[in-house]
């Protein structure tokens, strides 16, 4: 018996032997294929089992080795390419040593390399533990017992008395320990191997790589860090900060930023200028990141720093480059379209046929060309975030409803029906009103392009579970081919170049429709059928809806007395008490409305001359009746008074919307102010042609515009930003029509010098956000407003003060 356990444990010595030789081989070896490395390994662990069987001791012709252990190692970490090298050399091995043992022996060899290839699957889909070895070492100790079925029963009681114990003790402390060593031993190379590859990569990396302490003191640099400070050497860098190589200002500006990573405990990523090694100007993208120990504190922070002057370069390229093509394009297209527009419309008398028609191809395709235009510019704003989305919670009804209305001239040849199903009804949402209108006019256009000859199109609006509405936009075409719906969302795709060619379009649409909509929170998707339809739906979150105050019934009317009549919209009743005495004064009749819905009430069922508007009307928003207004087919053109204790805020709050307010009057009311401006409003009915100052330095939008504006003002133009200015020094104008790029200057540096009651529509290339100032009323962008769209805004606003302006023959 001690004879055996001895035997073993010189096996067992053997085996610490065998996996260290097996080590020196694999760092020779590490750079062969994955095969060749198995194949070594199982002949390594081939040698092992051979020389543990040739120095075991033999028990009733039995051989007691750790021969299984080397196999089971073999199988488990080389797979099947080491299993039959190590398998097929022990089984030929005890072949030739014979013995009544051999078949037993050989058995075990071939139980002991199933079971290790077993586990060679189990583990190979995941990282191998500790646990997969110590299940190894049980499983191979385990299958020892097996081969005590075919040993002769004459020999078992000797064999196992003797043998049996220290067996299978030794099998699993020789599995485990070549388990453990081969495993270790594997994952050294393997971190050895990343740790090589991650210091070429960090030295070779271009860009700026570090890691400092929380005392920002460099702990680790790559060499493109020492460079970019200037720095001998990365040893240079080790120890030192921020302060050590820039001005105290800079280093500063740097350890802020590190101490707002490290308190914060995330990632802080900036764009920042920078003075490169060889003294040219630029731009650096920082990241700057907790570093953590293993235990999850943060000891310091990684810096990443990236050039990237060549792409802030390519942006201002392309910001320059949609600048020129929005002036250079869209200034000519729009008195091309302009022009095509009045000369269909009759303007320049009527055509003979085969001119009418040569005169509406070229409008449809200049059409199709400003579409084009607008799509890419808007398609390029909206991706770089130059377009600003003013999110507010409003109905979306009438967004929906000025959608369709905007469409239903489109291809008005076809007799396409547009009908609206509203299944949510006073539904809100937090929408910028002009970009929804923007997604339902490109999803209405694509409906009405692609329905047949007298049609029917719906929009339907609906709830949807977890508090979604769903706007869905229906047609009854021919359906979306299989193939495209992938790809419909993309930009520039087309279904099929035959039918897009006879329909027309960008391909660009529906790809402006998911970027807003993605923009807004939402989402949009579709449903299609060849053949019988497709329906685009838009999903929105409903908010939760204010409701509005109860309407107060309408009082019924005083008989009529022959003087004009303003509504008074003012809540306080000693208040509109006293406007009401000093209109009587001057002259008026008047009626007061308490809050918005009896103001809309009256405003329909009787003619006002203007009304006085208080701003916060009943606890409701006056802002938005005086908007309402403006919307309204009845009365759009009233003039306003705002009496209100806060008009000045008012007046910036309608800052370029403020059309047809004749004066904006503070609580208490100033009686001669208030004279005044009943006496402006009275004049403007008897005033002569208004005068309207057109700066444009291009000849075709200045007679394009001339047209549209008709006989009924007088209009005086400019080129240049100096003639403009002696215009309005020699001068007074009603309006202004104001191009931004002119040739020695900025259409904008006209502003300032302005009366403070001079109204401006700036009527330019660039697609202008920003507010402008009080005066400007209105900023419209050519090609997406044509010169006729500005002359119909233009007798809007001065029939809004009650100037009397011939009509026009343009078509609107």
């Not at 908010?543 to 019924?556: E, G, L, Q, T, V």
């Amino acid at each position: 018996m001690t004879d055996i356990w001895h035997s073993l444990l010189a096996n067992l010595a053997l085996v610490s032997i065998l996996v260290v030789a097996w080590d020196l081989v694999a760092d020779f070896t590490e750079r062969l294929p994955q095969r060749i490395q198995s194949l070594l390994l199982g002949g390594v662990m081939c040698v092992g089992a051979i020389i543990s069987m040739a120095t075991a001791l033999s028990v009733s012709g039995f051989v007691v080795d750790l021969r299984a252990a080397f196999v089971a190692a073999a199988a488990f970490f080389g797979g099947w390419p080491a299993m039959l090298i190590a398998t097929a050399g022990s089984i030929a091995y005890r072949l030739y040593l014979g013995g009544q043992g051999a078949s037993a022996g050989v058995m075990s060899i071939l139980i002991t390399a199933v079971v290790g290839l077993a586990w060679h699957h189990i583990v190979a889909a995941r990282s191998r533990t500790m646990f997969d070895i110590l299940g190894l070492g049980v499983s191979v100790s385990l299958a020892g017992l097996i081969t005590l079925l075919i040993i002769p029963p004459q020999v078992v009681a000797s064999f196992v008395q003797q043998s049996t114990l220290p067996s299978l003790v030794f099998r699993f402390l020789g599995t485990f320990i070549i388990g453990v060593l081969l495993d270790r031993q594997q994952r050294r190379r393997d971190l050895a191997m990343s740790n090589m590859i991650y210091r070429a990569m960090v030295r070779e990396l271009p860009d700026c790589l570090n890691v400092k302490d929380v005392n920002g003191r460099f702990v680790v640099a790559n060499p493109a860090t020492a460079e970019m400070m200037r720095a001998a050497s990365v040893e240079d860098l080790i120890g030192k900060t921020d302060f050590d190589f820039y001005p105290k200002e800079v280093a500063e500006g740097f350890r802020e930023d590190e101490t707002g990573a490290l308190e914060a405990g995330q990632t802080l990523r900036i764009d920042q200028p920078a003075l490169f090694p060889d003294g040219r100007q630029g731009w650096l993208y920082t990241l700057k990141a907790p570093f953590r120990d293993e235990a999850g504190r943060i000891t310091g922070v990684i810096t990443y720093n990236r050039d990237i002057t060549e792409q802030k370069r390519n942006a201002q390229l392309k910001n320059d480059f949609i600048s020129t093509v929005s002036h250079e394009l869209r200034t000519p297209l729009t008195s091309i379209r302009g022009s095509l527009g009045l000369i269909a419309a009759g303007v320049a008398g009527e055509l003979p046929p085969k001119a009418a028609n040569l005169v509406n191809i070229a409008h449809n395709n200049s059409e199709r060309l400003v579409l084009l235009i607008n799509d890419i510019l808007d398609m390029e704003k909206i991706e770089s975030g130059v377009v600003a989305f003013r999110i507010k919670q409003m109905a979306v009804r009438p967004v929906l409803e000025q959608a369709i209305a905007a469409s239903s001239n489109y291809m008005a040849e076809n007799r396409i029906r547009i009908v609206l199903v509203d299944d949510a009804p006073r539904a809100e949402a937090n929408i910028d009103p002009d970009r929804l209108h923007q997604v339902m006019a490109n999803l209405l256009s694509n409906a009405i392009k692609f329905s047949d000859p007298g049609g029917t199109v719906m929009v339907k609006l609906e709830r949807r579970d977890r508090d979604m509405l769903r706007i869905s936009v229906v047609d009854q075409g021919a359906g979306i081919p299989e193939a495209f719906r992938s790809r419909i969302f993309g930009k520039f795709e087309q279904a099929d170049a035959s039918s897009t060619r006879k329909k027309g379009g960008t391909g660009l649409g529906l790809s402006i429709v998911k970027t807003i909509m993605e923009k807004l929170g939402g989402g949009v998707s579709f449903e299609t059928e060849e053949g019988k339809g497709t329906s685009f739906h838009v999903d929105l979150a409903e908010a939760p809806r204010h409701d509005a105050k109860p309407a107060s019934p309408a009082r019924p009317p005083p008989k009529p007395d022959g003087r004009m009549r303003v509504l008074i919209c003012e809540d306080e009743t000693d208040v509109a008490a006293v406007i009401a005495a000093l209109l009587d004064a001057e002259g008026f009749s008047s009626d007061v409305a308490p809050d918005i819905a009896t103001a809309k009430a009256l405003l329909r069922s009787r003619d006002y001359v203007a009304l006085t508007l208080d701003i916060k009307l009943a606890g409701e928003s006056g802002i938005k009746l005086f908007h309402d207004i403006r919307a309204s087919p009845v009365n759009s053109d009233i003039s306003v008074i705002v009496i209100s204790a806060v008009a000045d805020e008012a007046r910036r709050t309608l800052n370029g919307t403020a059309v047809g307010i004749v004066d904006w009057l503070e609580k208490p009311v100033d009686s001669e102010r208030l004279h005044a401006a009943l006496a402006k409003i009275v004049a403007s009915r008897i005033e002569p042609k208004p005068k309207i100052l057109h700066v444009e330095d291009d000849e075709g939008v200045l007679a394009v515009m001339s047209e549209g504006l008709g006989s009924g003002v007088s209009i005086t133009s400019a080129k240049t930003l100096k003639e403009a200015q002696q215009a309005i020094a020699l001068h007074r104008f009603d309006l202004i029509i104001l191009d931004i790029a002119l040739p020695d200057g900025s259409g904008l540096d006209l502003l300032a010098d302005l009366p403070l009651d001079t109204r401006v529509i700036v009527f330019s290339a660039a697609e202008l956000d920003q507010k402008l100032g009080d005066g400007v009323q209105a900023i419209m962008t050519k090609t997406k407003a044509s010169e006729i769209d500005v002359a119909k805004l233009v007798r809007n606003m001065l029939a809004s003060s009650r100037h009397d302006v011939a009509p026009t023959h343009a078509k609107e």
